[in-house]
């Protein structure tokens, strides 16, 4: 079965600064892999995918992620955080073959300082 | 275009009360899902539908809890003799079939007193 980590549970950072945020899987072929975004008493927002292809992959409002099957990594990027990023970011793995049936990792809360 | 919506956004029961809680999908969405967030276990799968079938009902936590989809569309998600530890957020996702990104609705919030 598959299962995905995200190390950080909250993570802080100044607006204008760089952003990564890690994501482990753990899945034995080739994964989907999503990052989404969850503010307060709001439903999950999608922010980007990767099915195959080229390993980096651009998403909405600036994000970034980088596949790296050596590593067994999905992180998430961004190179300059608005105050407005604040929120629950949520990295999730699909079965085999298909997007459906999910499985999230935790969950990495972020919070922006002006 | 409508994204996913779902009904009610809020709903507070006794508990041993049955609730339903509904989805509409985007339209032309053939693939339908119900998922169930709450502190303790974080987002956690229920149930998949492909049209009006569910070929995967794994996630379904024990037999109070079904769902049916109708006409490729709607679904219902009911939950019968609600008990305290059914206390989540109640979210539901489509997509164009089980190939593709899933977009969420912004959920149902169940409160078993």
């Known amino acids: 079965a598959q299962s995905v980590t995200q190390p950080d549970i909250h993570i802080t950072v100044s607006e204008g600064a760089s952003l990564e945020l890690r994501c482990n899987y753990s899945?034995?072929?080739?994964?989907?892999l999503f990052w989404y975004v969850q503010s307060p008493g709001q439903g999950l927002q999608l922010l980007l995918k990767?099915?195959?292809?080229?390993?980096l992959v651009q998403g909405i409002k600036g994000f970034e992620a980088e596949f790296k099957r050596s590593q067994s990594s999905f992180n998430l990027r961004k190179p300059s955080v608005h105050w407005s990023d604040a929120a629950e970011y949520f990295c999730?793995?699909?079965?085999?073959?298909?997007?459906?049936?999910?499985?999230f990792g935790t969950g990495t809360r972020l919070q922006v300082t002006l | 275009g409508a994204g996913v919506s779902q009904s009610p956004s809020n709903k507070v029961t006794e508990k041993g009360k049955d609730v339903e809680l509904r989805c509409d999908p985007i339209s032309g969405h053939t693939a339908l899902y119900w998922y169930r967030q709450s502190l303790g276990q974080g987002l956690e799968f229920l149930i998949y539908?492909?049209?009006?079938?569910?070929?995967?009902k794994s996630g379904l936590p024990s037999d109070r809890f079904s769902a049916e989809r109708t006409g490729g569309s709607v679904s219902t998600l009911t939950i019968q003799r609600t008990q305290q530890e059914d206390s989540a957020v109640y979210l539901c996702?489509?997509?164009?079939?089980?190939?593709?990104?899933?977009?969420f609705g912004p959920g149902t919030r169940l409160t078993v007193t």
């Open positions: 990767y099915f195959s292809g080229d390993t």
């Open positions: 899945y034995g072929a080739t994964p989907y």
């Open positions: 999730a793995v699909g079965t085999t073959g298909t997007a459906s049936k999910l499985t």
């Open positions: 996702a489509s997509s164009r079939d089980r190939m593709h990104e899933q977009y």
């Open positions: 539908f492909q049209g009006n079938s569910a070929p995967d």
